[in-house]
């Protein structure tokens, strides 16, 4: 009894490595890189925000499971007035915020594109307010704004005799407000400059020479060079600084914890303070999921922008 024996080159063309070819596949192999990525993404994010929503529809509090209630969480903040204020001023302090943080980061990103002396060294600088942990930076400006040890008050009324009296920014609604989105602009800044800066460096400097050779001034060479070439970029760090502002909840929380009189409480703060503090996790979590319609309006108008731009500019090239 003879024993047929295939040489290897014959054996492997009859018995093909599947593996290899599985792994040739280019869609196998970006959903095998991207499943470590998606698993903690489904742990750690799809589902407390799948929970979330569904204490939204029941009653449930702090050590007792609730029962499915529909809409009447969402009914009663309708009715609300603590909710309705919330977002009045959760509009209100992204608004101001998102557009100061730009003015200021944009114009910081075109001076720090320039050339001049330790340019390395001031950017680093300049990151510094985004590195600082949020509680350190709010924990800075609640002495900033304390009515008594203030330096704000201390330049103003002992150095430069302005004011006979110190200035208590935190103990009525309207400076509290604006105190907080001046601190919310200064943390925010260094993120939008130097997201923007990186932006800037991507545009071809030929584009600049030849428009300084056609005879253009400076707003005419940021008007149609420097602004249409940061659209895209523009539009993703809008977004992203829409949602931060937002969803702000440390800066709020370690400075005037909503007060005064729960006049600059977010609803992010709102929510924490009904669902934690107050121990109404359903009602909590209905506070928490009305923010979403705000984030995806912001995510839509930034995305349906940035591709009515590429439309744009393709028709434009052809």
């Not at 929380?253 to 924490?272: C, E, Q, V, W």
């Not at 009305?290 to 439309?311: C, D, E, H, N, Q």
Request: aromatic residues 16%.
């Amino acid at each position: 009894m003879s024993v047929t024996t295939l040489s290897s080159p014959a054996l492997a063309q009859r018995q093909p490595n599947w593996l290899v070819r599985l792994f040739d596949y280019k869609p196998f192999l970006i959903v095998m890189c991207l499943a470590p990525a998606i698993g903690l993404l489904a742990v750690f994010l799809t589902y407390p925000l799948g929970l979330g929503v569904w204490l939204a529809f029941t009653d449930t509090t702090i050590g007792q499971r609730g029962i499915y209630v529909g809409f009447e969480n969402f009914q009663y903040l309708l009715t609300d007035s603590l909710w309705w204020n919330a977002v009045f001023y959760s509009v209100v302090y992204t608004g101001i915020a998102t557009f100061g943080k730009f003015a200021l980061g944009f114009w910081l990103a075109l001076l720090l594109n320039n050339h001049f002396p330790f340019k390395s060294v001031l950017r680093a600088i300049i990151l510094l307010p985004w590195i600082v942990p949020t509680v350190l930076s709010a924990l800075a400006f609640w002495w900033i704004y304390d009515p008594q040890f203030s330096i704000i008050s201390y330049l103003l009324v002992d150095v430069l005799h302005w004011r006979d009296s110190n200035i208590d920014f935190l103990g009525s609604p309207w400076p509290a407000r604006f105190s907080l989105i001046a601190a919310n602009i200064w943390r925010g800044i260094p993120f939008v400059a130097i997201s923007l800066l990186a932006g800037l460096q991507t545009i071809s400097p030929s584009l600049y020479e030849a428009a300084m050779l056609d005879g253009a001034s400076a707003w005419q060479r940021f008007r149609y060079i420097t602004f249409p070439m940061m659209m895209p970029i523009l539009a993703i760090v809008m977004t992203f600084s829409i949602i931060f502002t937002f969803t702000d909840f440390q800066l709020v929380y370690a400075i005037t914890r909503g007060g005064p009189g729960n006049s600059t409480h977010l609803l992010a703060t709102l929510a924490f303070q009904r669902g934690i503090a107050g121990g109404e996790l359903g009602e909590g979590a209905a506070i928490a999921v009305s923010m979403i319609p705000f984030l995806v309006f912001a995510t839509l108008f930034s995305y349906f922008g940035l591709a009515r731009r590429k439309w744009q500019q393709g028709e434009s090239n052809d």
